[in-house]
């Protein structure tokens, strides 16, 4: 099946590691993302790509990092000077079109992150 | 990309229609507007967009306002799993293309 896989669903980890969450997708996007969800809220853009070898920050993007170096992979790095990590993360994809046309981006089913 | 104004909570009676209210009123001239849901802990899932032009899927329709300042989420039938947040997000297709999330509408239909 097409889709997008983040893995593992439920990670601990102990306060001051760094820990690598997964994200792949199989569905031939050039762009992907990452997003981080705190309880009752909504979304925040941590990094994005639009294509491979390239990426830009979001809005909350301190204390995390990312790679893309092949195209159906984002892994996302949390750091240790990330404050608050613990949080539910998604991972998303689209197609980058060019023109007027514009297509829906589609989500992982999150990995939820608790750091002790 | 512009912000969006959406009521927290609302309620809908199973078999009913379900009218979610979206308020852009700085939307511009190349900004589509986007409906996603999300039923809890799960990833949002993609409804519908639109330009300027109502649009129709299997899943809902899409009403926008002449002007473009609001639109309107209509689920036709609701069922108790369209129980979810409901996000309008209003992206401009060109820039970032990332969508940008506002709080959204907790819908909850009832029995």
């Known amino acids: 099946d097409g889709g997008i896989t983040q893995s593992p669903k439920y990670l601990f980890r102990k306060e001051g590691q760094n820990v690598t969450l997964s994200c792949e997708q199989n569905?031939?996007?050039?762009?992907m993302y990452w997003y981080r969800q705190d309880p009752g809220q909504g979304l925040r853009l941590i990094y994005y790509s639009q294509i491979v070898n390239d990426f830009q920050k979001g809005d909350i993007a301190e204390g995390y990092s990312v790679s893309r170096e092949k195209k159906e992979s984002f892994p996302l790095t949390v750091t240790s000077a990330q404050k608050n990590p613990t949080a539910f993360y998604l991972c998303a994809s689209s197609i980058v079109t060019r023109g007027q046309g514009n297509t829906e981006a589609f989500f992982g089913q999150g990995t939820r992150l608790t750091v002790v | 990309d512009a912000k969006t104004t959406q009521p927290p909570s609302m309620d809908c009676a199973e078999g009913r229609a379900a009218n979610l209210p979206c308020n852009h009123s700085t939307i511009s001239g190349n900004e589509y507007v986007y409906w996603y849901r999300q039923i809890h802990s799960q990833g949002p899932q993609y409804i519908i967009h639109g330009l300027k032009n109502n649009e129709t899927n299997e899943m809902a329709s899409l009403i926008i306002t002449e002007d473009r300042k609001s639109s309107t989420l209509i689920l036709p039938h609701a069922t108790l799993r369209d129980t979810a947040v409901y996000y309008c997000i209003v992206r401009s297709n060109t820039g970032r293309r990332a969508l940008t999330f506002g709080s959204g509408t907790r819908l909850q239909v009832q029995p």
């Open positions: 569905l031939n996007h050039d762009a």
